[in-house]
């Protein structure tokens, strides 16, 4: 069996975790029309317990009926039926001694679902929306939030994370990056509001620590509370920080104060060096891990052995997750443990669609071609 530190175990928020790796939350738009989860999501979701991983964080699930909702067919967590369909997740899930965490997401200015979309400013996203997830054409300019908009956004985020623990997931990770609503507010040329949620950094955090201090107030203190966070973002890879590692302390320590039990740092690109670097030896990562004190999940091409083992051993990072090469290989860890043969991703896997069964026609014909 291979000696990695990606594959020993850890003891992380009163639990004995196996090893340090973690599914990336990866949007499949595989539920159905009313967003509840289905027995391909059932068996999609096993197969990464059954392969070993450690911790499974799923898709962005939306958080209210009203503006939340980013993609056709995107599973939610509102209603009684959402609540029942991920049950039968959760429950398999634990069987194979794996956690599992439920991502809860707002696309706000950047929803492919809603025809008029909120934001905490009336600015248009860049970019275009995406094809794979049945999107097309230019975004709309969203409407400026009111402070009733706030509260429900954040009614939407406390009750989704009530529901979540009624699911039986182990936590919940709110979904702070890659441009979605969250990240809107705490990105300074996407939020030029004039009162208390714009303008210095405190300020543009305030949603979320709001919202991390509601769920905490409603859930049990072993229920996990995490928070992802990112520079780049779905709608443009390239944006990064003007402050770059000023602005990367200064969110933390706002950070700190909220204390979530976990901070996920996304790359959008899936390149951790290229991406998440401020210096030879400084990352987002290491700097919230350092400033915080608090667990840390690294994130762009850490099924990289030899990437992984930096993350880890130079103190960038208490676990790793991946993303496409779960996706094509849902057994990655046990087969990587024993040198056995993985199965590559490959982009067609999740072009033109992302769905599910796309992905898995694509590995039948790709396996089919090498017999």
Known sequence: MINHPIFQAIPLWNRSLKNRTVVAPMSRVSADADGVATDE???????????AFSVIITEG???????????????????TKHIESWKKITDVVHKHHALIIAQLMHGGAISQYQKSTIA????????????????????????????????????????????????????????????????????PELNIRQDHYGGNIENRYRI???IISGIKQQVPKHFILGLRISEGKVNDLAYRWEKGIEAAKELAEQIKRSAPDYIHVAVQTGEWERDSFYNENTSLASVMRSTTHIPI???????????????????????????????????????TMNYQPIIPFHKNMLWPKAT??????????????TT
């Open 41 to 51: 999501m059932v068996d999609y979701y096993t197969s990464f317990a059954k392969g």
């Open 61 to 79: 699930l939306y958080t209210d009926n009203f503006a939340s909702q980013s993609y056709v067919f995107q599973p939610g967590m509102v209603t």
């Open 120 to 187: 905490p400013s009336p600015i248009q996203p860049k970019g275009v929306k995406l094809a794979s997830y049945g999107g097309s054409g230019a975004f709309s300019i969203p409407k400026p939030m009111t402070l009733q908009d706030i509260e429900q956004v954040k009614e939407g985020f406390i009750t989704a994370a009530i529901n979540a623990y009624k699911a039986g997931f182990d936590g919940i990770e709110l979904h702070a990056a890659n441009g979605y609503l969250l990240d809107q507010f705490l990105t």
């Open 208 to 210: 979320v620590a709001e």
């Open 297 to 335: 999940i690294a994130n762009g091409g850490l099924h990289n052995l030899d990437k992984a083992e930096k993350a880890l051993n130079d103190n960038h990072a208490d676990l790793l997750s991946i993303g496409k090469a779960a996706l094509a290989d849902p057994h990655w860890p046990i087969k």
């Open 356 to 369: 599910i069964s796309h992905t898995r026609n694509v590995l039948a014909r790709l396996c089919s071609e």
